[in-house]
Structures are given as structure tokens and as C-alpha cells.
């Protein structure tokens, strides 16, 4: 799947186009972004950053009024300015076009991820399996703030699973207001708490925006504005929260914000073997066979899914593992990283 290759290729074309006199350019290289992506589609079917390039085309294309039809060559993309004042048009509220002008390369990223019991991936690629029953901070720095709230998977279990998220989005006053997100349980919305979809009425309140990919079920926000994109998720009778941050931002935080599920993992007080002792709900070959239908690959999420199904019975947390999979698939930066062996 070559996906990748068109994204970078769109990327190239678009990094330099900016202001009213963007129109005709811009358009004719979503048309050239969305010609490579059906170029590659029979390769691609299965790849979740396939299917978010074409949904996201497809918006791109309705807000900026451009025609399906059309040249599709893409634009040779301009250098940069060389002097000091080619900066001041730059647009600072897109993270990763400013990173890129100021370093002369593109930012680097990390990735977490609670899902399942819940199972935390930090932004330096430990893994662990969490009780943490109660509020607990996934992520507390100058830009963001996530809070999960977890319970019991099941009565009288020491597993839990998380029920609801907290996500807020730190007012940055040269392009969003203060946003707030929550979901829980059977209530995961395509819009922050006061209704709104986007960052605000700010110049750069374009650069915080919710997208809802599956309803009810899976959103995604991307907050360009510091080069972070989140997905929440419900899988049965849990949430899972996926982050890809910028580097600058996973780290801007002071020493009295060391609690961060994301940077430290769980607490070693709170963190539970993934070889479940005891008898389960589900015994553990059934579970590992269901767990092998959606992740052939037996690394730390498909162990993560045996020990969820053996644990709570319920057989939706295959969706949890695999859901959580295709966001690192996505997230991820460097694919090598993708499966953790335990």
C-alpha cells in the first residue's frame, strides 16, 4: 500500500500555498491527492490511513468549493523565503508547516494509547495493564489535558476498563478558545461540550476540528495547531483513547505534572500481570482463537485482547485491541515500532 507516498506527495504540493490566492492551486492538488489515492486502492482496501486520506479529500474538497474535474499535474511547491519577514505570513497555527519553515525538516511524533482493561502504550513504548479504578491523568501539559475515569470490568474483578474521557484543549490565544471534549459510555460525540465543532471564532479556530468516523463510535479531533491528533473510541463496554503528538508538545510539562499515564505509564502500585490467574469468564484457548481472527500477529495487543475476553467474557474487546492497532497503524511514525513483544 503506497498510501504513504501520496500523503507526502500532497503534503509537498500544499506546504507553501497559503492565503485567498491559494484556490485554483490547492484544488488542483487534492484532485492529483485523490487520483494517487484511487490509483492505489486495490493495494489499499484495508489500510485505515487509506480510508481516512479519502474521507478527508472528499471534505477538503466540498470546503474549498473545487470541481472533480480539472488539471491534476501538482504545483511545483516554492522555497521558503529567505528573509525574516517570510515568516510573518506564515500561518502559526499550523504546528507542522511552522516546525518545518523554523527547523528546515518536519516535527517528530510519539504515540500512547489506553484501551481494553485498560492496557496503556507510552509516548517510549513501554506497555502495561492497569487497575487504576477512579480518575487517573493521561496527559497533563501547557497544551492538553486528558483524564480517564475507569471501573470494574466486572463485579468483584480487579480488572477495569475505562468509562469516560476528559479531554481538554488549552486556550492559545492566537488560535483557539479553551475547548473542552467528553465522552462516556454510549456517548461519544462529534462535538466539544458547548455544542461547537472547531476551535472557535478565532483566526486560527480552523485548526482545532472533530470528525466523526463512525457514528456514535469513533471520532477523531486533530488540533493542527500543535500537531496533535486524537481518536477516541467505543468497543462494547469501553472506550480507548489514541494520541500522536508533536514531540515539543508530549514534553512541554513541569515537574509537578509527573503524573502522566502517557509519559510514565501506571503506577508500578497499580500495574497487573496479563496472565490472568484463576479461572476466567471465557477459557483462554477460546479466547485466544477469537482474538486471532482480528490480530493474527501475537504481540502485546493480541495478548492484551486474550487476557480482556478471558477476563470479562465479553468478546467486543477484540474490536478494542484491533481498534487500538489500526490508531498506533496510523499514529505511529516509524512502522518498525508498530507491534511491542512481551
Known amino acids: 500500500c503506497k498510501i504513504l507516498r501520496c500523503n507526502s506527495e500532497y503534503v509537498a504540493a500544499t506546504l507553501h500555498l497559503r492565503g485567498p490566492s491559494r484556490g485554483a492551486a490547492f484544488c488542483t492538488a487534492l484532485r492529483s491527492y485523490s487520483l494517487c489515492t484511487r490509483r492505489t486502492a486495490r493495494t489499499c482496501r484495508g489500510d485505515l490511513a487509506f480510508h481516512s486520506a479519502v474521507h478527508g479529500i472528499e471534505d477538503l474538497m466540498i470546503q474549498n468549493n473545487c470541481s472533480k474535474e480539472g488539471p491534476t499535474a501538482p504545483p511545483r511547491p516554492r522555497p521558503p523565503a529567505p528573509n525574516p519577514q517570510g515568516f510573518e505570513s506564515l500561518d502559526i497555527c499550523n504546528y507542522e508547516r511552522s516546525f518545518l519553515y523554523k527547523h528546515g525538516r518536519p516535527p517528530g511524533f510519539q504515540h500512547c494509547a489506553a484501551f481494553g482493561d485498560p492496557h496503556i502504550r507510552t509516548f517510549h513504548d513501554d506497555f502495561h495493564t492497569c487497575r487504576v479504578e477512579g480518575s487517573w491523568p493521561l496527559l497533563d501539559n501547557e497544551y492538553l489535558f486528558v483524564q480517564a475515569t475507569s471501573s470494574p470490568v466486572a463485579k468483584g474483578s480487579n480488572a477495569t476498563v475505562t468509562s469516560k474521557l476528559t479531554i481538554i484543549f488549552k486556550n492559545m490565544k492566537e488560535c483557539i478558545d479553551q475547548k473542552v471534549y467528553q465522552a462516556e459510555l454510549d456517548n461519544v460525540p462529534a462535538a466539544f461540550q458547548d455544542g461547537s465543532v472547531n476551535g472557535g471564532a478565532r483566526p486560527g479556530g480552523s485548526s482545532l476540528v472533530i470528525w466523526e468516523r463512525s457514528p456514535g463510535r469513533h471520532v477523531e479531533i486533530r488540533a ?110 516509524d512502522a518498525e515500532k508498530l507491534h511491542i513483544f512481551q
Do not use: K, W
Open 224 to 333: 493542527d495547531y500543535i500537531g496533535t491528533t486524537i481518536a477516541v473510541r467505543q468497543a462494547g463496554r469501553q472506550l480507548s483513547f489514541s494520541i500522536r503528538a508533536a514531540e515539543e508538545v508530549a514534553r512541554a510539562f513541569t515537574e509537578e505534572q509527573d503524573l502522566q499515564l502517557c509519559v510514565g505509564g501506571c503506577p508500578h502500585s497499580q500495574r497487573m500481570s496479563r496472565s490472568p490467574r484463576g479461572r476466567g469468564r471465557v477459557p483462554a484457548e477460546t479466547a485466544r482463537a477469537l482474538c486471532r481472527e482480528m490480530l493474527p500477529v501475537e504481540d502485546v495487543y493480541f495478548q492484551s485482547c486474550v487476557f480482556d475476553v478471558v477476563t470479562s467474557g465479553d468478546t467486543n474487546f477484540t474490536m478494542a485491541a484491533h481498534g487500538a492497532l489500526e490508531d498506533a497503524r496510523l499514529f505511529l511514525p
